[in-house]
């Protein structure tokens, strides 16, 4: 009778905890963690304390992803309407009274400042997840037309504050939550020819467009100087086109195997801007080569193939779709960031993930990892 009351052992008491973690992601997260230490290590010579912050924003992105990795995705559900009043109320509060840093209007002071527009960059497929669950089954034009909506107006007030890179990054990810809802091809292809068809002229035409007296309406003057910098940056190459000059300068000399660890001559002679930052793929690129350039690609498309494997196999509409979207920040990060460096993109504030400096963005990183370590973990329960 004495073996039926007694206590299980330690380990087995804290198993429950543990399966929250999916091996194959965290393994791929292990990969990209390394990678951005030793590159951090190097670009952040100068930098006083950046690697150990990096370090200690990694260690709370760990934190973040673990805790919400034990939080089922019915929870997060429920979260999903508060969550996404509350940014896009802070968003409103930003345009009405927000603190301006060098001339854009992004953050506010609730106690601490914060930038209100990273909430959303979770806050929005979480809503528009939920909106697709509540109309499962029963889905039609005007549902779109709604997730429409409650995506414009988030991206518009990003927009306005100026912020392109986190406005292209929420709209990614709250189109990606569209399209997997089921968007007919009907209505994406327009807008993808009509892309297509703008790219071109802007390229045949970037002469005329980027002459002083030719006026966008639609972009304000640093967005049309990032897109005349991208066509032709050797026009400024003191001033506006330094950094993608610099950039692909760093990625070129790395040729194929790199100049080694610590042996960056561009970022060591500081000639990259933003080494540590935006930028770090160009000093990543100049020291591990072409090679290396390879395995972190490799690394990336590991963890993105894992995400949308796990969305694939998840319980609900819900998790299905929030596991796509949360996939989708991890592409386009890293896709914007990487084409960005490389001069294929235009200039815009994306950090390569886990890679750069910075905590914010190492924060919404850990709240993606949490997420997707939490359906992952309920489709396993299930099975079990």
């Known amino acids: ?116 527009s990273e909430i959303l960059k979770i806050a929005m497929p979480l809503m528009l997840s939920w909106w697709f669950q509540r109309r499962e089954g029963q889905l039609r034009p005007l549902d779109f037309i709604v997730a429409t909506l409650l995506l414009a107006v988030p991206v518009g007030l990003i927009m306005k504050q100026p912020d392109l890179g986190t406005a292209l990054l929420v709209l990614a990810t709250g189109l990606s939550v569209i399209f997997f809802a089921g968007l007919s091809w009907k209505l994406i292809v327009p807008p993808v020819v009509i892309g297509i068809v703008a790219v071109a002229l802007i390229v045949g035409f970037e002469s005329q467009l980027c002459a002083n007296g030719f006026d966008w309406k639609i972009l304000h003057d640093y967005q049309k100087q990032r897109v005349c910098t991208l066509l032709d940056p050797t026009k400024d190459p003191l001033g506006k086109g330094f950094h993608i000059i610099q950039g692909m ?81 991890f592409f386009t990060y890293a896709f914007v960031n990487m084409g960005m460096v490389s001069g294929i993109l235009p200039v815009v504030g994306v950090p390569l993930p886990f890679i750069s400096y910075g905590g914010t963005a190492m924060v919404t990183l850990g709240l993606g990892l949490g997420i997707l370590m939490s359906i992952s973990r309920a489709k396993r329960l299930i099975q079990s």
């Open 1 to 116: 009778m004495s073996a039926v009351f007694n206590q299980p052992s330690l380990a087995r008491r804290l198993l429950p905890v543990f399966q929250g973690f999916d091996g194959f992601l965290a393994f791929a997260v292990l990969l990209l963690g390394c990678a951005g230490m030793l590159t951090m290590y190097s670009s952040g010579f100068d930098h006083g304390t950046r690697f150990v912050d990096h370090g200690r924003n990694m260690l709370l992105a760990a934190f973040i992803m673990f805790v919400v990795a034990q939080v089922p995705p019915q929870r997060l559900m429920m979260a999903a309407v508060p969550i996404y009043t509350l940014g896009v109320a802070l968003l409103v509060a930003v345009a009405l009274f927000g603190i301006t840093k060098k001339g854009a209007q992004r953050w506010i002071n609730v106690g601490v400042v914060i930038q209100p």
């Open 249 to 329: 300068i760093a990625i070129g000399s790395g040729g194929i195997g790199g100049k080694g660890f610590m042996q960056g001559t561009q970022t060591h002679l500081e000639f990259i801007p933003e080494r540590t930052t935006d930028f770090i793929f160009a000093a990543y690129s100049e020291e591990f080569g072409l090679a290396g350039n390879l395995a972190l690609i490799a690394a990336f498309i590991f963890l993105i193939f894992r995400g949308l494997a796990i969305a694939l196999d998840a319980p609900t509409l819900f998790s299905r779709l929030l596991a796509g979207a949360v996939t989708m920040i």
